[in-house]
């Protein structure tokens, strides 16, 4: 057995990969599904589409490929995030749409739950500040707005899981003894874990109305859960890795060390900073998680900064103003001139996430005068996306009281070579970026390939990292101290706009 299939259930698409011994991807299947957007503020998805395209994924992947299940050691899965399902375990049958994790529906309940003792009250436990981001809102909706929900969950006929559950749930049989499992990584976003135990509280339980007999199993991040049922293309093999998506991505980027991160730079960032065996509070606007845990081995624990806005300016650009036909031109177009001609955009579009946390601040173009054009628009929009890193690594650092050396990145905006002399610039810091971009996928297969002996153990999924490009800081400090000062001087402008 040579491959290692990894399954990517993702906000967009459901992609299966097959990865070779040297974490090399081989084959792709991908589908798309769809987005549901009921009303304004509103996401859902159809999770029969979802398992549907999950498995002719795995059709692709395998046909691709060329090999058939005889040549699978493992099966990972990686997913999207915080997204709520709830479903019938007799039938198997979703009672209502998946919630997204985009989807602020339950900003009442959150209201209702912080006007008693404010965002944090469970953030010593959690590690979260109350948001309608994290799950345990979604799933208390449900259980309010589908006729006869709360009775059958109380009684033990629903089951509820993120992405992952659900992925795996229908792949080792579903309602014909469908494994009910999670791991660590996706438990701690729901706000119903505790951090410590890595176990469901009952205070949470009760303080969020969530039946405990519709909640998975939570497992380490590397363990055999299951085999694949016997309708399965993959009959028989074993499932051995859950990893949430940056989580995931962490991991394969070999992040597993205190001290090590990576940041991803898609719709939005992700940064996680590794703080090894330890739980680091964040005083400075970062979220606590659970970076992943190996069998039965001390989990490993992370600070995680999120950005909303990161790709989505450079979409942004193309579809609502229009000067860019595609995102990879940005580049060129910022290039075009020699610097930002004093334009600096913060793009609050729906508040500012970490490490400020403002619902009320909306996005600005700042410094406009009848010099700017369009290519310091571009350059100042690239610009932000590096400005806005340097904010969540300054968090880390103060947090941690650690300052890294280097930093690990990925996702589709790290093709652009402006940007990534920017962020080394700005960090003063080295940027690497590796040879395999699918770091989430891969992320998946090596949690899964390591639990069944496929790879020999960290060092050697180290060994696998290889370096693509690296950016090297070559800014002067006294300009780099000048940008940040602009920078941090046009952030709170965008405060206390929406109220
Ligand atoms: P996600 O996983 O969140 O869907 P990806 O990692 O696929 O995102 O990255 C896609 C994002 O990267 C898009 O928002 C797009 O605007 C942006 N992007 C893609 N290529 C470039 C580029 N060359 N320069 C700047 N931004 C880019």
């Keep these: 057995m040579d491959y290692v299939v990894a399954i990517d259930q993702g906000t967009t698409s459901t992609r299966a990969i097959v990865f070779d011994r040297r974490g090399r991807p081989v084959a792709v299947g991908q589908l798309e599904h769809r987005q ?69 529906r339950t900003q009442a309940i959150v209201d209702e739950l912080a006007a008693d003792g404010g965002v944090d009250r469970f953030a010593d436990v959690t590690g979260l500040p109350l948001a309608t981001y994290f799950s345990a809102t979604k799933i208390a909706w449900l259980l309010d707005n589908v006729e006869g929900a709360r009775e059958r969950a109380e009684a033990g006929e629903l089951l509820f899981g993120t992405t992952d559950t659900w992925v795996l749930w229908n792949l080792t049989g579903g309602a014909r003894g469908g494994v009910h499992v999670t791991d660590v990584t996706n438990a701690s976003r729901t706000l119903l874990m505790d951090l410590r135990t890595l176990d469901w509280r009952d205070d949470l339980l009760r303080a969020f109305r969530v039946p405990r007999a519709m909640l998975p199993d939570i497992r380490s991040s590397s363990e055999v859960y299951g085999t694949a049922g016997p309708r399965s293309l993959l009959r028989e093999t074993p499932i051995a890795g859950i990893l949430g998506d940056q989580q995931a991505a962490t991991f394969g980027q070999a ?83 020699d610097d930002n001609g004093g334009v600096v955009i913060v793009p609050a579009f729906s508040g500012l996430f970490a490490p400020h946390w403002r619902p009320d601040a909306r996005g600005a173009i700042l410094g406009l005068t009848r010099y700017a054009t369009k290519a310091h628009i571009a350059r100042a929009a690239l610009e932000s996306v590096a400005f806005q890193t340097r904010e969540v690594l300054d968090a880390v650092s103060a947090d941690a009281g650690i300052t890294l050396d280097e930093l690990r990145v990925d996702g589709g905006m790290v093709a652009n070579d402006l940007l990534m002399q920017f962020q080394a610039d700005i960090l003063d810091v080295p940027v690497l970026r590796p040879e395999v971009a699918e770091t989430t996928a891969l992320g998946a297969a090596y949690a899964a390939g390591l639990a069944v002996g496929f790879w020999s153990g960290l060092d050697e999924l180290r060994s696998l990292w290889r370096e693509d490009r690296r950016w090297h800081p070559a800014m002067p400090d006294a300009e780099r101290a000048a940008r940040l000062a602009r920078w941090r001087d046009a952030v709170p402008r965008t405060f206390d706009w929406e109220r």
């Design 255 to 337: 992040a597993f060390d205190r001290g090590e991160s990576k940041n991803t730079y898609g719709t939005g960032n992700f940064l996680i900073f590794n703080t090894g065996e330890e739980i680091v509070r964040s005083r400075h606007g970062l979220i606590t998680t659970v970076a992943y845990r190996r069998g039965d081995d001390a989990p490993r624990y992370a600070l995680e900064g999120s950005i909303a806005v990161t790709g989505s300016l450079i979409q942004w650009l193309r579809d609502n103003l229009g000067i860019i036909r595609s995102a990879p031109e940005v580049e060129s177009l910022a290039a075009s001139v």
């Design 36 to 104: 549901i957007f009921p009303r304004a503020g509103w996401v859902e998805h159809d999770p029969m589409e979802i398992w549907a395209n999950t498995r002719e994924a795995i059709g692709q992947a395998l046909a691709k490929a060329d090999i058939t299940r005889y040549d699978v050691a493992a099966v990972g899965i990686t997913n999207q995030r915080e997204t709520v399902v709830v479903w019938d375990r007799a039938t198997g049958r979703p009672i209502h749409n998946a919630i997204v994790w985009q989807d602020t």
